[in-house]
């Protein structure tokens, strides 16, 4: 599976983005697949997750509330929509598969696929 990433960019505090991820081959409806961001001086870790067939969704405190995962498995393509972004979710932000349908990992190891990562910089 190959993973691309885009939608990230410059925002101010309170705005909005949407990130997408477009993905190739035909497993990707089998795989978990998650949304991590590094910001800088920190680790990656794994804000938002959805399972295979959508059921299972998970969000950070962080983001809790502000954030909504979606995906399209018809279109390979899983969605992040940003609320009320903060400066405190500067970061790149990545999308990534894990092979487990209902996975409920937030360990990056066990997401086996990545995507290159897209900025996001929010402003106050």
């Known amino acids: 599976v190959q993973l691309q990433a885009s939608g990230g960019g410059l925002v101010q505090a309170g705005g909005s983005l949407k990130l997408s991820c477009g993905a190739s081959g035909r497993a990707f409806s089998s795989y978990t697949m998650g949304w991590f961001r590094r910001a800088p001086g920190k680790e990656r870790e794994l804000i938002s997750s959805v399972s295979a067939n959508g059921g299972l969704i998970y969000y950070d405190d962080s983001v809790k509330g502000r954030f909504t995962v979606s995906r399209d498995n018809a279109k390979t393509s899983v969605f992040l929509q940003m609320n009320n972004l903060k400066p405190e979710d500067t970061a790149v932000y990545y999308c990534?598969?894990?092979?487990?349908?209902?996975?409920?990992?937030?360990?990056?190891?066990?997401?086996?696929?990545w995507g290159q990562g897209t900025l996001v910089t929010v402003s106050s």
């Open positions: 990534a598969a894990d092979p487990k349908p209902d996975s409920r990992s937030r360990d990056p190891i066990t997401f086996d696929y």
